[in-house]
C-alpha cells in the first residue's frame, strides 16, 4: 500500500498543476517535486499530516469575493481525496446535480433545465411554472461537523459494501487513510493560519454571510478548493434526495447553491416554499437567501448559470456579457503580467457562449482587442483561444 500511495500521490501531483503549470507556488514546489512528495507520502503513513497555511485575499470580479487559496502541497492532498472518492460520492448523488463533476457542469446544466422546462409542458403546449431558489451565504454557513458525519456515513457504507459483499469496488483504497484525510479536511478552520494577501479594508462592502471571518463558530468552507467543491455536493445531497422522494418533484435540478423546481400547479410550488425553507434549517443549518425567490410562468424565461431560457430558444443573460467585456477590458498590460488568465478568461466565456447563437458577439467582442494576437489566437469558429506557451 504504501508504494500505491507514492504512486497514487504522483498521479494526485500532475493532476493539481494541471491548471497551475506556471504559478509561483506551483514552480517552488516542482523544484524540490521529489523531495516534496516523499515528505507527503511519509506524513500520510504516520497520519501526522496537517493542513498548511493559505493566502487570504479579495477579488473584485466577476464580484467581489473572499478566497483562501491553499499551498500546492495542500493542493496535492485535495486531489488524491478527491481521486480515491469522487467515484463512490458519484453513485449517490442524483443526475441533476451539475456542479464539480465529470461530464456535467453548466452547459449540461442548461440543457437538463431546457428538458425539464419542455417535459413538464410537453413542450410549451401545457402551462408549468418555475421555482428559484439560491441559499444565503451557502459555503460560510457550512456546519463541518455535520458535513464530516455524511462524508464519513458515505464512505463506511461503500467500505461496508466492499468487505460484506465481496463487491469488487475501489479495492486500493485504504479507507483509513481517507477517514483520516476527511476530518483533517473538514476541520481545518483556515482562520488560524491565514496570511491576508492586501490589506483587510479591502473586504468593506463584502456582506458579512460571504466572509469566512464572520462565520458561525464550526462552520465555513474556503471557496476555490476541489474538496470544498466536493463537499458542497456532498452537503446537499440528501436535501435533494428529499426534494425528488418527499416532495415527490420529478423537473428538478441544482448547481451549487442556486436550484430550481418546476411543476405544472403554481400553488403547489408556493407551498414548497415553507417546507424547504424548514428541511434547510432544521436538518442543515442553512438558510434561503430571502430577496432570491424567482416564482413565474415557464414563457417568462428561466435565468440559470449565465443564460436565460425561454420558449425554443436560449439567451445569454446581459450580465454574463457584461462580465466578459469588463474581463477583457482590463487591457493588454494587465494581461501581459498573467497571460494564463488571459487564456483561461477568453476559453471560459467563449466555450459558455458557443452554445448559443453568439458568433457575431463574440467575435465583435474578441477583435476589438487585437492585441491579444500577440499572445495566440481564435480558431474559426471563435469556440476557443489558443496559446501555445500556455499547457
Given at each position: 500500500?504504501?508504494?500505491?500511495?507514492?504512486?497514487?500521490?504522483?498521479?494526485?501531483?500532475?493532476?493539481?498543476?494541471?491548471?497551475?503549470?506556471?504559478?509561483?507556488?506551483?514552480?517552488?514546489?516542482?523544484?524540490?517535486?521529489?523531495?516534496?512528495?516523499?515528505?507527503?507520502?511519509?506524513?500520510?503513513?504516520?497520519?501526522?499530516?496537517?493542513?498548511?497555511?493559505?493566502?487570504?485575499?479579495?477579488?473584485?470580479?466577476?464580484?467581489?469575493?473572499?478566497?483562501?487559496?491553499?499551498?500546492?502541497?495542500?493542493r496535492?492532498?485535495?486531489?488524491?481525496?478527491?481521486?480515491?472518492?469522487?467515484?463512490?460520492?458519484?453513485?449517490?448523488?442524483?443526475?441533476?446535480?451539475?456542479?464539480?463533476?465529470?461530464?456535467?457542469g453548466?452547459?449540461?446544466?442548461?440543457?437538463?433545465?431546457?428538458?425539464?422546462?419542455?417535459?413538464?409542458?410537453?413542450?410549451?403546449?401545457?402551462?408549468?411554472?418555475?421555482?428559484?431558489?439560491?441559499?444565503?451565504?451557502?459555503?460560510?454557513?457550512?456546519?463541518r461537523?455535520?458535513?464530516?458525519?455524511?462524508?464519513?456515513?458515505?464512505?463506511?457504507?461503500?467500505?461496508?459494501?466492499?468487505?460484506?459483499?465481496?463487491?469488487?469496488?475501489?479495492?486500493?483504497?485504504d479507507?483509513?487513510?481517507?477517514?483520516?484525510?476527511?476530518?483533517?479536511?473538514?476541520?481545518?478552520?483556515?482562520?488560524q493560519?491565514?496570511?491576508?494577501?492586501?490589506?483587510?479594508?479591502?473586504?468593506?462592502?463584502?456582506?458579512?454571510?460571504?466572509?469566512?471571518?464572520?462565520?458561525?463558530?464550526?462552520?465555513?468552507?474556503?471557496?476555490g478548493?476541489?474538496?470544498?467543491?466536493?463537499?458542497?455536493?456532498?452537503?446537499?445531497?440528501?436535501?435533494?434526495?428529499?426534494?425528488?422522494?418527499?416532495?415527490?418533484?420529478?423537473?428538478?435540478?441544482?448547481?451549487?447553491?442556486?436550484?430550481?423546481?418546476?411543476?405544472?400547479?403554481?400553488?403547489?410550488?408556493?407551498?414548497?416554499?415553507?417546507?424547504?425553507?424548514?428541511?434547510?434549517?432544521?436538518?442543515?443549518?442553512?438558510?434561503?437567501?430571502?430577496?432570491?425567490?424567482?416564482?413565474?410562468?415557464?414563457?417568462?424565461?428561466?435565468?440559470?448559470?449565465?443564460?436565460?431560457?425561454?420558449?425554443?430558444?436560449?439567451?445569454?443573460?446581459?450580465?454574463?456579457?457584461?462580465?466578459?467585456?469588463?474581463?477583457?477590458?482590463?487591457?493588454?498590460?494587465?494581461?501581459?503580467?498573467?497571460?494564463?488568465?488571459?487564456?483561461?478568461t477568453?476559453?471560459?466565456y467563449?466555450?459558455?457562449?458557443?452554445?448559443?447563437?453568439?458568433y457575431?458577439?463574440?467575435?465583435?467582442?474578441?477583435?476589438?482587442?487585437?492585441?491579444?494576437?500577440?499572445?495566440?489566437?481564435?480558431?474559426?469558429?471563435?469556440?476557443?483561444?489558443?496559446?501555445?506557451?500556455?499547457?
Open positions: 500500500m504504501s508504494k500505491q500511495l507514492l504512486e497514487d500521490l504522483i498521479k494526485a501531483y500532475y493532476d493539481a498543476r494541471r491548471n497551475k503549470r506556471n504559478t509561483m507556488n506551483q514552480l517552488k514546489f516542482e523544484l524540490r517535486m521529489e523531495e516534496r512528495l516523499m515528505a507527503l507520502h511519509k506524513e500520510l503513513v504516520e497520519r501526522t499530516y496537517r493542513v498548511g497555511r493559505c493566502v487570504a485575499f479579495i477579488i473584485e470580479h466577476p464580484v467581489k469575493r473572499e478566497v483562501f487559496a491553499a499551498s500546492f502541497a495542500d496535492v492532498i485535495h486531489h488524491l481525496f478527491f481521486n480515491y472518492t469522487n467515484e463512490i460520492f458519484e453513485r449517490s448523488f442524483i443526475d441533476d446535480c451539475y456542479s464539480c463533476r465529470k461530464g456535467k453548466t452547459s449540461y446544466g442548461i440543457k437538463r433545465l431546457d428538458h425539464h422546462i419542455r417535459s413538464c409542458s410537453e413542450n410549451y403546449t401545457k402551462d408549468a411554472y418555475v421555482l428559484k431558489l439560491d441559499l444565503s451565504g451557502y459555503f460560510m454557513n457550512i456546519d461537523q455535520i458535513l464530516h458525519d455524511k462524508v464519513v456515513g458515505v464512505l463506511m457504507k461503500y467500505a461496508d459494501r466492499k468487505n460484506n459483499c465481496g463487491e469488487k469496488f475501489n479495492e486500493a483504497i479507507y483509513d487513510l481517507v477517514l483520516f484525510l476527511a476530518k483533517e479536511i473538514v476541520f481545518h478552520d483556515p482562520l493560519s491565514c496570511y491576508i494577501r492586501g490589506n483587510m479594508s479591502e473586504w468593506k462592502g463584502l456582506p458579512t454571510d460571504k466572509s469566512l471571518f464572520t462565520s458561525p463558530e464550526g462552520c465555513g468552507l474556503p471557496i478548493n476541489l474538496t470544498s467543491q466536493l463537499f458542497s455536493n456532498v452537503y446537499l445531497n440528501d436535501f435533494d434526495q428529499w426534494v425528488k422522494r418527499d416532495l415527490k418533484v420529478k423537473h428538478y435540478g441544482r448547481y451549487v447553491d442556486d436550484f430550481y423546481l418546476i411543476h405544472p400547479s403554481k400553488e403547489f410550488l408556493v407551498s414548497c416554499i415553507a417546507k424547504i425553507r424548514d428541511y434547510l434549517h432544521d436538518s442543515l443549518g442553512i438558510k434561503l437567501h430571502p430577496k432570491k425567490i424567482y416564482l413565474q410562468h415557464i414563457r417568462r424565461g428561466v435565468p440559470f448559470l449565465g443564460v436565460i431560457v425561454k420558449p425554443h430558444r436560449t439567451y445569454m443573460n446581459r450580465r454574463a456579457i457584461a462580465n466578459f467585456k469588463k474581463a477583457m477590458a482590463k487591457g493588454e498590460r494587465y494581461y501581459e503580467r498573467h497571460p494564463q488568465e488571459l487564456t483561461s477568453l476559453n471560459s467563449l466555450g459558455l457562449m458557443y452554445h448559443y447563437k453568439t457575431k458577439l463574440r467575435k465583435g467582442i474578441v477583435d476589438k482587442h487585437d492585441w491579444i494576437y500577440k499572445y495566440g489566437w481564435r480558431d474559426a469558429s471563435c469556440k476557443k483561444f489558443i496559446n501555445e506557451n500556455i499547457t
